[in-house]
């Protein structure tokens, strides 16, 4: 079935340092890839997506990238800040584009 | 602009009730979707509905289901609750179905059931 891999599944940095998280997607099919940020208590909250004609996005200090014919996609964060440090989701529209399948999360930590 | 609205935040459950979630998408948007939120699962999705349509379910068994108003305002049930329906249960909109649609989600609502 449809599945998306997130690593790593932890990740420590400090203030100031970038962190990068990485996702593969199974279903061929999927064009669209948002990144969710979720702080404790909190519904996921929409931070960037990636529509499958476009190879990078950016905004701000965090990027994401797709390489559809390897069928992956990453999270850039540069120059962390501890009000980054949260749990990052990634996730792949299904086949009909009426769902997301989500990562299993990364929980970044930023220490300063 | 208001986000996605969901109520109630906090509910305890014994084995055996029932429960309705409700859940007030972005103003504009048709189109509402359930997740499920657990530690071990992690984010699974229940159903999606546009225009008081189902158009799409999870894998998840029959107690749980749903329905969409006309005001596009939703409603996930779950049935005969189980320990394991505990979880947190997220509600999300987007301005359509389809492919590409960005999608929104709102606080949820936690389930513990005892």
């Known amino acids: 079935g449809e599945n998306v891999e997130q690593h790593p599944s932890t990740l420590s940095v400090q203030e100031g340092d970038s962190a990068v998280i990485k996702c593969t997607y199974s279903?061929?099919?999927?064009?669209?890839f948002p990144w969710y940020k979720q702080e404790l208590g909190k519904g996921p909250q929409l931070i960037i997506d990636i529509r499958s004609n476009v190879g990078e996005k950016k905004d701000q200090r965090i990027a994401v990238t797709l390489n559809k014919t390897a069928k992956h996609f990453s999270l850039h964060i540069t120059e962390t800040q501890p009000e980054d440090s949260a749990v990052y989701f990634c996730?792949?529209?299904?086949?009909?584009?009426?769902?997301?399948?989500f990562g299993k999360g990364t929980t970044l930590s930023v220490s300063s | 602009k208001a986000g996605v609205t969901q109520t109630p935040r906090y509910l305890i459950k014994t084995r055996g009730q029932q429960v309705t979630l409700s859940c007030s998408p972005i103003s504009g948007h048709r189109s509402v979707s359930w997740y499920q939120q657990t530690p071990g699962q992690g984010l699974q999705f229940l159903f999606e509905?546009?225009?008081?349509?189902?158009?799409n379910k999870g894998n998840f068994p029959g107690r749980f289901s749903g329905r969409q108003f006309s005001n596009s305002r939703s409603e996930m049930n779950v049935s005969t609750l189980e320990l394991g329906d505990s979880a947190l249960y997220l509600c999300?909109?987007?301005?359509?179905?389809?492919?590409?649609?960005?999608?929104?989600f709102g606080e949820g609502s936690w389930l513990t059931v005892v």
């Open positions: 509905y546009f225009s008081e349509t189902q158009r």
């Open positions: 279903d061929s099919a999927s064009n669209y």
């Open positions: 996730a792949a529209s299904n086949q009909a584009g009426t769902a997301l399948i």
């Open positions: 999300a909109s987007s301005l359509s179905t389809g492919p590409g649609n960005t999608i929104y």
